[in-house]
C-alpha cells in the first residue's frame, strides 16, 4: 500500500485502509470471513472519525465517537478480546503504513480513543430517560395525540419558547439516546423526528400571527448534506421569536451558492449547524468562505450541533466566532456578537 502523510489520505483511503485492517486480522482469526463486510464498513467507519479528528486537531471528536461505540458495542456484546486484537491491528497497520509524524499522532489519539472504548464498555452506569406523555405518544406513533398534547399546552398558557426549549428540543435528544441504545430503530427515529417537524409547521400560524420586519437577521444553514434538519430550523424559528428575521437554507446547498446568497441577501449573523464530525471540514471551509470574502467581512458567524455540545472549544479552531449549546444561547450570542458589531 501507498505512504499515508496527511489526515485527508486517510480519509481519501478508508476503504482500501479498512481493507488491509481486515486481511491483516483476518490472518490470525480465519472465522472473521463472516463478518467481513460488517467488519469492514464499521472500520471505514472509525477511520472517518479518527481522520477528522486529526484533521482539525481535535482528539476529542474520535474520544466521543469511542465512547459511543463503546457503549454500543456492550448492548451488541461483542467480544471484548477480538476487540483489542483488533485494536492492536489497527496500531501495527497505522505504523507500517503512516509516516512520522501521522503515525505517531494517529496512535496517539488512538489510544485515547481504545481508553473511552474500554471505560463504555465496562459502564453500567446509564442516565435514565424520562418517558414522558409526549416521548410516549410519539413512540407509539400517535403524532395526532402528540400534536394535541402540544396545543394543550399552548391553551394552557405555555409559551412558544417554554415548548421549543423545555419540550420539543428535550424530546429530540431522548430520541436520539434511546436510538444510540438501541431501544428504538432507525426507522421509528426517522418517523419521531418527522412528526416533531410536522408539529412544529402546524405551529407556524402561531409563530408567525404577529410577525414584523426586525432590524435584526439570521440566515441558518446545516453544514453539507447534513440530514438532521429539525435541530437547526427550531434554532432559526426560536430567533423570530426572539425578534429577528431568520431565513433558514435547510442543508446540501453548495458553498458558492450559500455565499452568492449572504452578498444578495445582507444578514448579521450567520449560524452553521453539524451534527457528526463528518460534516466538520464543510463547517470549516464554509466559515473560511465567508470570511475572506470582502462584501462579508461584517457577518458574525455562530455554530451549533451535537458535534460541538460534545467538543465545546471546537468551534475556536475552525474560526467560528462563537458557540451555542441550544437555541437560548444561540439568540443570546448573535444579540452580544450583533450588538458588538454595531457598537
Known amino acids: 500500500m501507498e505512504t499515508y502523510r496527511l489526515p485527508t489520505d486517510i480519509l481519501k483511503n478508508k476503504d482500501d485502509l479498512a481493507l488491509h485492517i481486515f486481511n491483516q486480522d483476518f490472518l490470525m482469526n480465519p472465522s472473521l470471513s463472516r463478518y467481513k463486510d460488517k467488519y469492514i464498513q464499521d472500520t471505514v467507519y472509525t477511520l472517518r472519525f479518527l481522520s477528522t479528528s486529526l484533521e482539525v486537531g481535535e482528539p476529542l471528536i474520535f474520544v466521543n465517537y469511542m465512547e459511543w461505540f463503546g457503549s454500543l458495542a456492550q448492548h ?13 491491528v489497527c496500531e501495527s497497520v497505522f505504523q507500517e503504513i503512516f509516516d512520522h509524524p501521522l503515525s505517531d499522532s494517529t496512535i496517539k489519539t488512538f489510544k485515547k480513543g481504545i481508553e473511552a472504548y474500554r471505560k463504555s464498555f465496562f459502564s453500567t452506569d446509564l442516565a435514565k430517560i424520562d418517558y ?22 399552548v391553551n394552557q398558557g405555555m409559551s412558544l419558547k ?14 436520539g439516546e434511546l436510538w444510540q441504545r438501541r431501544i428504538i430503530t432507525v426507522a421509528k427515529e426517522h418517523y419521531i423526528t418527522a412528526a416533531v417537524q410536522h408539529i412544529i409547521g402546524r405551529l407556524y400560524s402561531i409563530l408567525f400571527s404577529n410577525r414584523e420586519h426586525n432590524q435584526k437577521t439570521v440566515t441558518a444553514v446545516c453544514a453539507g448534506d447534513e440530514l438532521h434538519e429539525i435541530g437547526m430550523r427550531m434554532v432559526a424559528d426560536f430567533f423570530e421569536l426572539s425578534g429577528w428575521d431568520s ?22 449573523l450567520f449560524a452553521i449547524s453539524a451534527t457528526t464530525s463528518s460534516h466538520l471540514i464543510e463547517v470549516r471551509d464554509l466559515i473560511k468562505a465567508t470570511k475572506t470574502n470582502p462584501k462579508l467581512k ?10 460541538f455540545n460534545e467538543t465545546p472549544d471546537l468551534w475556536k479552531s475552525l474560526g467560528a466566532d462563537g458557540f451555542a449549546m441550544d437555541a437560548e ?5 448573535g444579540t452580544l456578537l450583533v450588538g458588538e458589531a454595531n457598537a
Not at 451488541?76 to 492492536?88: A, G, H, I, W
Not at 435547510?250 to 445582507?266: A, D, F, R, T
Not at 444561547?329 to 450570542?333: F, G, R
Request: aromatic share 10%; proline share 3%; glycine share 4%.
Open 247 to 268: 431565513i433558514f437554507l435547510g442543508s446540501n446547498i453548495p458553498i458558492e451558492v450559500i455565499i452568492n446568497h449572504l452578498i444578495e441577501n445582507p444578514t448579521q
Open 76 to 88: 451488541l456484546k461483542f467480544n471484548m478480546d477480538s476487540m483489542e486484537r483488533y485494536f492492536r
Open 132 to 153: 414522558d406523555q409526549f416521548l410516549n405518544h410519539l413512540i407509539s406513533m400517535h403524532s395526532d395525540l402528540a400534536y394535541q398534547h402540544i396545543l394543550n399546552l
Open 162 to 175: 417554554d415548548i421549543y426549549l423545555n419540550v420539543l428540543q428535550p424530546t429530540l435528544y431522548k430520541v
Open 329 to 333: 444561547q444561540a439568540v443570546i450570542l
Open 298 to 307: 461584517d457577518i458574525k458567524i455562530i455554530v451549533g450541533g451535537h458535534v
